[in-house]
């Protein structure tokens, strides 16, 4: 498992654009693109808008499902199906914690009253190596 846990967070740890879905309030499945970084215990997070869609949609239900790891249509490389609970947090440290270059074109820095942080804590992650049919599986 320490090796899958490894591998995990070989893909997660830097920023990636990855399909975030979520449920809506008419229980209908809604996905999107977002930037995640994941840290040292598989969690994933993201920044939005603290009045976006998504927003109000974890608030309501929040199951969230995430794909992430590929990089490039050239070649096959591993990807991850991510199932966890979402929540969402303006705490000024985590919103510090989290900053980065890449927000400044959308947010006026970490104090910005309109951004938010999106948390994920995955309770089962599919790890989807090419060329296989069965991912290994990682569950909390």
């Not at 009045?51 to 991850?80: A, W």
């Not at 938010?116 to 060329?131: A, D, K, Q, T």
């Amino acid at each position: 498992m320490a090796n899958l846990e490894q591998r995990i967070l070989d893909i997660i740890h830097r920023p990636q654009l990855a399909a975030l879905a979520t449920v809506t309030e008419q229980n209908n499945p809604w996905v999107r693109y977002v930037v995640t970084v994941g840290s040292g215990d598989l969690t994933l997070r993201c920044g939005t808008f603290v009045d976006s869609r998504k927003v109000e949609q974890i608030k309501h239900n929040p199951n969230v499902h995430l794909t992430c790891g590929v990089t490039s249509f050239q070649e096959m490389q591993p990807y991850l199906q991510i199932q966890g609970q979402a929540r969402i947090t303006s705490d000024k440290e985590e919103r510090h914690a989290f900053w980065n270059d890449m927000l400044a074109p959308i947010f006026d820095g970490p104090d910005d009253p309109k951004y938010s942080i999106i948390v994920v804590e995955p309770y089962r992650i599919e790890f989807c190596s090419p060329g296989s049919y069965e991912p290994e599986v990682w569950t909390r």
